[in-house]
Each structure stands twice: as C-alpha cells, then as structure tokens.
Nanobody, 126 residues
Framework: QVQLVESGGGSVQSGGAPRHTCSASGFAYSKYFMGWFRQAPGKWREVVALISSRGMTKYADSVLSRFTISQDNAKNTLYLQMLSLKPEDTAMYYC????????????????????WGQGTQVTVSS
C-alpha cells in the first residue's frame, strides 16, 4: 500500500531549526518526484521544496537559503531541514510524490502530485 508518513512537526520559537522526515513505502520511489508542501489556514497549499531522484532541487522564494530538501534513496526517506524559522512559516507541512513521471522537471502545482502524507503541523512563535 502507498504510504507517506511525516514526522518532526511541533511548536518551535522563531529561529528554530527542526528537521522533518517523510518515510515513503508502497511505490517506486526512484520513479517519482518528491516534494514538501505547506498550507496555512485560509491560504492555498504551496510548494516549499522539490527534489528528483537524482537530487535536483527547487525551492520556493520564501524559503530559499533557509530550508534544505534532501533524501536517502536507499531508505525511501525524504527530509526537510529548516533554519531560521519565522512566524510566517507556521503551516501544515505535507510530503508528496508526483509520478511515475515521464517528464524531466518536477511540477510546481500541488494538483500534479499523486500521493500525499497526512501532514505535520509546524507552529512558530515569536
């Protein structure tokens, strides 16, 4: 069965540096683009960071230079290292997979992603 499970969420003060983990199973991980997304109350779900099986990455402007997406392909595990958290980073964070892909670049649209985790809440206080 396809499963994506996020962990690492919680409450953190501004400037915090938590790392989120997404454990994937039940699909061909290497044939999917992986990504982290987030959604704050009253706002659209948006891309945080994307990664291909080869390690090519993309970041939203709002997190560029602060967040790092990485993965361990052998373990089908995705990571999001967050630095210098701000209150505006408060959101539900989701791990997602897009594929099997037949194109060379990951999509910026959440609607293109096939599998989703349940999400993990991040609340950043001042």
């Amino acid at each position: 069965q396809v499963q994506l499970v996020e962990s690492g969420g919680g409450s953190v003060q501004s400037g915090g540096a938590p790392r989120h983990t997404c454990s994937a199973s039940g699909f061909a991980y290497s044939k999917y683009f992986m990504g982290w997304f987030r959604q704050a109350p009253g706002k659209w779900r948006e891309v945080v960071a994307l990664i291909s099986s080869r390690g090519m990455t993309k970041y939203a402007d709002s997190v560029l230079s602060r967040f790092t997406i990485s993965q361990d392909n052998a373990k089908n595990t995705l990571y999001l290292q967050m630095l210098s958290l701000k209150p505006e980073d408060t959101a539900m964070y989701y791990c997602a997979a897009d594929g099997p892909y037949d194109y060379c670049s990951p999509s910026w649209s959440p609607a293109q992603y096939t599998h989703w985790g349940q999400g993990t809440q991040v609340t950043v206080s001042s």
